[in-house]
């Protein structure tokens, strides 16, 4: 591999992975910051201490997934 190639690979690399990482870092901060601001956030860490909610949620979870699947709207290939 010549330095010029390696380079352009970097480039690559650099161009598609730190806009995502940027995106992502402001994203999930103003979520973050939201939660915390809000009290939501306690109020979902007691929720997950309490466990009331969770067999009902992961029955919805399941549903929802077969009924996607049934419907063929599942779908993880990207089309041209």
């Given at each position: 591999?010549?330095?010029?190639?390696?380079?352009?690979?970097?480039?690559?690399?650099?161009?598609?992975?730190?806009?995502?990482?940027?995106?992502?870092?402001f994203c999930c901060?103003?979520?973050?910051v939201?939660?915390?601001?809000?009290?939501?956030?306690l109020?979902?860490?007691?929720?997950?201490?309490?466990?009331?909610?969770?067999?009902?949620?992961?029955?919805?979870l399941v549903?929802?997934?077969?009924?996607?699947?049934?419907?063929?709207?599942?779908v993880?290939?990207?089309?041209?």
């Amino acid at each position: 591999m010549t330095l010029k190639n390696i380079f352009n690979t970097l480039a690559r690399l650099g161009g598609g992975i730190i806009p995502f990482i940027l995106i992502h870092i402001f994203c999930c901060g103003t979520l973050l910051v939201l939660l915390i601001s809000s009290g939501y956030l306690l109020k979902l860490s007691n929720e997950g201490q309490n466990r009331f909610l969770l067999i009902p949620a992961l029955i919805a979870l399941v549903l929802v997934w077969r009924l996607f699947k049934q419907k063929n709207l599942l779908v993880f290939t990207t089309h041209p």
